[in-house]
């Protein structure tokens, strides 16, 4: 298969973006129940419906390894710290889309909200900084 290489980048972000759903989904699988602030899972899977869902994610991870295989597409070793900075880092993008300036584009956000809906986002901005400060600084580098 001859491919530029933006195009085998390109197929290889798409792949691993399959690779991590998948990785998603077989946890679904797994678990029982999961809670959280906004969203409760509960499995409601037959077991023969989860056994099929890991055959076919099976399946599928094959279909991968031989495309990465035909085009030499290598592996990524990712530290912890690298990966969750990374997802921070999108976290941070998809709140700073939320504060009254963001909101804007659903409608206009009403004036005595606009102070403590910004003052909260800029809360969990802040949250989401000192987590990528806490793991990126250099004192943590060296453990």
Do not use: F
């Not at 997802?87 to 102070?115: H, T």
């Amino acid at each position: 298969m001859k491919l530029t290489q933006p195009q085998k980048n390109s197929l290889r972000t798409a792949l691993l973006i399959l690779d991590e759903r998948l990785d998603e989904i077989e946890e679904l699988c797994r678990i029982k129940e999961k809670h959280s602030i906004l969203y409760s899972i509960k499995n409601t899977l037959a077991e023969y419906e989860s056994i099929g869902v890991m055959k076919q994610i099976g399946k599928i991870r094959g279909i991968i390894k031989g495309l990465v295989t035909r085009l030499g597409l290598k592996s990524e070793r990712v530290d912890t710290k690298s990966r969750i900075i990374s997802i921070l880092c999108s976290l941070w993008e998809i709140l700073c889309d939320i504060d009254s300036k963001g909101l804007r584009a659903y409608g206009k956000v009403d004036e005595s909200s606009k102070e403590e809906l910004d003052l909260t986002i800029k809360q969990l901005i802040k949250g989401v900084d000192e987590m990528v400060d806490l793991i990126g600084s250099k004192k943590s580098r060296q453990s």
